[in-house]
């Protein structure tokens, strides 16, 4: 590569994703030799600190965990040179630096930071704060390493408007100051979004009776203690932003989690807690995740749904569906891999042997074409016993069609889920829920290789992959670690939570002039509370943005959202920008790519699938590491001039 002529690059957004790049492009530009480049001068444009930005900031609160294990998550390449990418000045990821700071602890690490550390190990779930604090480090060792001709500079002030300049762009800042730079990557990652009719109406409401209304937010930007003790308290998601709020709202006012009789966990009030009052959808929270040394089971293995299998598709001139063609081929891993473990761990509950059931099994999940799902259910009928069936689309709606005939018996029949889920949990390895899941977490990571950049029909993305796929995945694989599971189950039995039951309707109520949840599938009248939490985080949609700098560039038709063709014909906006394919130029309003603008992480949701996830750690960039490809092939481009 022959850098050319001087460059000035802006990176507006310094957290993970604008790390990620930075070290892209420094890496690249100390590969090239020193006399064929010239003089780059790059800037970092966020009014939060570089690495952590908003999401990880290090002073946030050590009850925030991450829901990622310290051996999955980097912000740089490592582990798996492939592709040809130049080697990275910083080669750790969060683990690598984990080992390296507990064995000599850097001395910007902090007493709380050490005491994490010392009891932190690759297959724990570390606080959000110590992860913040490896991208902290990393920001601060790429600075370190900087060749002579790079200067980088941190603007803490946030990026207003975006206008061409010639063949560049002059980028107004908050502090009011102006850059004129060559060349801009938008790695804006979570930004704030205008609320949806339903929320508009709770805040209304909200203002009318003089209630409490919180909407979705980084739950490190919420002060929780202005939530009042003992008073209930309605949140609204049990998702991951939901134990963050759990768990504020106990531990974080001093109350403790104990083991009591028989290993159980127990929770001993402080007296400071509210009543949380909790409900979503499907009614339970996420399941958490398997206790595993390693992210995806070592007892799993693809048959079906692998990348030559997928990508067959393409070689055949076909764009496939996922309901069609790609689900088909994952269904039979995850069958696969529940009843394998089965057959394993509990033969001697099947009603045949278990070594000729697996030969039958494989047998019938080989068959060709729908088929082979009726050869499955035959099979099953005779050899295993009904209770021990797995019907996978029912695991997102574990309580669908049961009515309760009251808020306790609910109550009880959450508790046992989740304590069944802890005790899942906890066998590993030898849970065939688990492995299941693990099979789907597996497909995950190869579908979202094959998907990208129109690997799909628009119908079948908007109503299969992310309509009731991506639902169902989240659910089952992106939970949390099992001690938060098993902390709600003894918050439920000490009386702290309470749940109100699938697809809840929550409302201002003008007899009462307070907030009221309630579930048809309980008959209860439902309940009352002054203060609402919608326990998410703002959605990723284009459209809906709040960001100054992405409003201004949609509305002066700089930038412009994907429209996708639905099934009836008609043209939807998608969540995320209209980009070319890698590296992501951004396309302006009438289609046309801009050669200098990029786009990076949350605002590709309408080319890659899961954007929010992290690269994983010592894996091919093409892979798990594909936010790594992006940067790359995006500070390639940069620095290439093309």
Not at 314 to 330: K, N, R, V, Y
Not at 432 to 455: C, E, F
């Amino acid at each position: 590569m022959n850098t050319g002529p001087n460059q000035r690059v802006a990176v507006v957004g310094a957290g993970p994703r604008g790390t990620s790049v930075l070290e892209r492009l420094i890496s690249q530009w100390d590969a090239v030799p020193a006399g064929q480049r010239g003089h780059l001068d790059i800037h970092l444009v966020d009014p939060e600190s570089p690495g952590p930005g908003h999401v990880w900031r290090p002073s946030q609160s050590r009850l925030f965990l991450m829901n990622t294990p310290s051996l999955f998550p980097t912000v740089v390449p490592v582990g798996v040179r492939t592709d040809g990418l130049a080697p990275s000045v910083v080669d750790h990821s969060f683990d690598d630096w984990r080992v390296a700071m507990t064995d000599q602890p850097a001395g910007s690490l902090s007493t709380a930071d050490q005491e994490e550390l010392y009891r932190l190990g690759s297959s724990d779930f570390p606080s959000r704060a110590l992860y913040g604090r490896y991208l902290e480090w990393t920001y601060q060792q790429l600075l370190d390493r900087c060749p002579a001709d790079v200067v980088v500079t941190h603007h803490p002030a946030e990026a207003l408007a975006l206008t061409p300049e010639g063949v560049g762009y002059r980028l107004s800042l908050g502090d009011g100051s102006e850059l004129a730079v060559d060349a801009v990557v938008l790695a804006l990652g979570h930004v704030p979004a205008q609320l949806s009719p339903e929320q508009v109406a709770l805040r209304d409401g909200a203002g009318r009776y003089s209630l409490a209304y919180w909407p979705p937010a980084v739950p490190a930007d919420i002060d929780w203690n202005r939530l009042p003790a003992t008073k209930p308290v309605l949140i609204r998601g049990l998702g991951l932003n939901f134990f963050d709020v759990m768990i504020q709202l106990t531990a974080g006012r001093g109350g403790r989690f104990v083991t009591g009789e028989g290993g159980r966990l127990e929770y001993q009030l402080s007296g400071r807690e509210p009543g949380i009052v909790a409900a979503s959808r499907r009614g339970v929270p996420y399941r958490a995740k398997a206790q595993l040394d390693s992210y995806l089971p070592r007892s799993v293995s693809l048959t079906y749904c692998t990348l030559p299998a997928l990508r067959s598709f393409a070689d055949q001139g076909i764009q496939p569906g996922f309901d069609h063609d790609i689900w088909p081929l994952l269904h039979r891993d995850v069958m696969t891999a529940y009843y394998t473990t089965l057959a394993r761990v509990s033969g001697e509950l099947l009603l045949a042997d278990p070594d000729g059931f697996l030969a039958r099994l494989h047998t019938a999940i080989a068959v060709s074409g729908p088929g082979w799902e009726a050869a499955l259910a035959t099979l099953l009928t005779t050899e295993v016993p009904a209770e021990l069936h797995l019907t996978v689309e029912a695991l997102a709606h574990p309580f669908a069609g049961r009515r309760f005939a009251s808020t306790l018996d609910y109550q009880d029949a959450v508790l046992a889920y989740l304590e069944e889920d802890v005790a899942e949990s906890a066998r590993g390895e030898d849970s065939p829920l688990k492995m299941a899941i693990g099979a789907m977490n597996a497909g995950r990571t190869v579908i979202k290789q094959v998907v990208a950049d129109g690997g799909l029909t628009d119908q079948s993305w908007m109503a299969e992959l992310r309509g009731w796929f991506e639902p169902l995945v989240e659910g089952l694989a992106s939970g949390p670690p099992a001690i938060r599971i098993a902390q709600l189950a003894a918050l439920a039995r000490a009386g702290v939570v309470r749940f109100v039951g699938p697809n809840p309707a929550f409302v201002v109520d003008e007899d009462t002039e307070r907030f009221r949840a309630s579930s048809p599938w309980v008959k209860s009248p439902g309940v009352s509370a002054s203060h609402l939490v919608d326990a998410m985080m703002p959605p990723n949609r284009a459209v809906t943005t709040k960001s100054p700098l992405l409003r201004q560039l949609l509305d002066d038709g700089l930038v412009r959202a994907r429209m996708m063709m639905a099934s009836d014909g008609v043209p939807v906006s998608s969540p995320g920008l209209d980009v070319t394919p890698p590296p992501y130029r951004a396309l302006d309003g009438s289609g046309r790519p801009h050669p200098h603008l990029y786009v990076l992480g949350l605002q590709l949701a309408s080319a890659q699938w899961g954007t929010a996830i992290a690269a994983q750690a010592h894996t091919p960039v093409d892979a798990g590491g594909r936010t790594l490809r992006d940067a790359d092939d995006i500070a390639a481009a940069i620095l290439s001039g093309r």
